[in-house]
């Protein structure tokens, strides 16, 4: 591993911080220097030398991963890969190579195949001592989806024309204008109605146009000054307990009252095809290629990105692609979850 000769780094935090991880300084000393040993001279591009209690978590995290996977074959050359750009796309990998660890598997990270034909696949993992096959991960960049200054637009507009102490949750079926959402919460029938609902019920849900519906939350009267509230934004994104449909979007919270701004579904569209064609090219004459991607980063309709993997990456055309699996590391159990689908029509299936 790399090495800095001169780490210098301070730790600002709170004792009820510590206190509520269960860290000590030590502990996250320990972790920043490890790090610092894992990635040299790269170590300040990446990782904050005054470290605050908002960067303990990663730097912790970070570490924990890093060290599980030290035993690999592939080690170094991993470690390499990083850069203040892409350190969520490798970390993923990292966390990929930990939960075949975790199943007993074998893991080479960034294999060196040089008698074999073909890319440069994540891993190379061994299962059985008889069975190989390769691993290309891809984690997916969502920001895009979440729009967090077109949000608060919309989110501030229902805060002025609305006045409430119930919580407000607005769903977008489509994409709308600032002009629209104004347009809409211009009218004083619609607020009124609003009003009258929210007022009769614990929970409603209106629906707006096609386009949009907003639902209530009774919530109880607010006392104090608006100053007096914290100002808060929350990234968050919503599943349907039957669907599984998941929206990306903000809750705000203002002056004691919460507003919520969630949708539209996601087009994925693009990214399978982007996703799809890059694994082609890491696939190894000879072994088969499962394809892991992180489920987590997965938002949208199921139905839809289940009807792609048929229609388009599960077939005869994608014969390179044994299979893709979506790994779920953050579930309501706290135990992460594979949906592995196989490519029957693959040179190599392969059942995961």
């Known amino acids: 591993m790399g090495n800095i000769k001169k780490l210098r780094a301070s730790i600002h935090t709170t004792e009820e911080h510590l206190e509520y991880t269960g860290l000590s300084l030590e502990d996250i000393q320990d972790e920043s220097k490890y790090l610092g040993k894992c990635f040299g001279t790269k170590y300040p591009r990446m990782f904050p030398l005054k470290i605050t209690t908002n960067d303990i978590d990663r730097i912790i995290n970070t570490a924990r991963i890093l060290r599980k996977i030290e035993i690999c074959d ?18 993923f990998t990292a966390k990929t190579a930990c939960w075949f660890l975790d199943k007993g598997y074998k893991v080479i990270l960034e294999p060196e195949l040089e008698s074999h034909e073909g890319g440069n696949p994540d891993l190379f993992v061994e299962r059985n001592k008889k069975e190989h096959f390769v691993v290309e991960c891809k984690n997916i960049d969502i920001s895009a989806f979440f729009q967090i200054d077109k949000k608060k637009k919309i989110a501030d507009i229902v805060y002025e024309k609305v006045p409430t102490c119930d919580q407000l949750d607005i769903y977008l079926s ?7 959402i104004t347009e809409f919460f211009d009218n004083s029938e619609l607020v009124s109605k609003i009003h009258k609902l929210s007022a009769s019920n614990s929970e ?11 639902a209530t939350l009774r919530k109880p009267p607010i006392i104090g000054k608006e100053e007096d509230f914290l100002t808060v934004t929350m990234g968050m994104m919503l599943e349907d307990n039957v669907s599984k449909q998941r929206l990306p979007g ?7 009252r919460a507003i919520g701004v969630y949708g539209p579904l996601p087009n994925y569209g693009r990214k399978w095809d982007n ?6 090219k890491q696939a190894i004459s000879g072994y088969p290629m499962v394809v892991i991607v992180n489920g987590d980063n997965v938002l949208g309709d199921p139905q839809l990105h289940q009807e792609y993997f048929d229609n388009v990456w599960l077939t005869e055309r994608n014969s390179q692609c044994s299979g893709v699996g979506l790994i779920h590391f953050v579930t309501k159990d706290g135990d992460s979850e594979l949906e592995y689908f196989e490519n029957t029509k693959a040179e190599y299936p392969f059942q995961l």
């Open 74 to 91: 592939g080690f170094k050359r991993h470690l390499i890969q990083y850069d203040k750009n892409n350190i969520e796309d490798h970390l």
């Open 174 to 180: 489509e994409e709308v204008t600032i002009q629209e």
């Open 275 to 280: 996703k799809r064609r890059k694994s082609k």
């Open 250 to 256: 903000f809750a705000f919270i203002r002056g004691g």
């Open 204 to 214: 409603t849900r209106l629906v707006i146009n096609e386009k949009m519906e907003i």
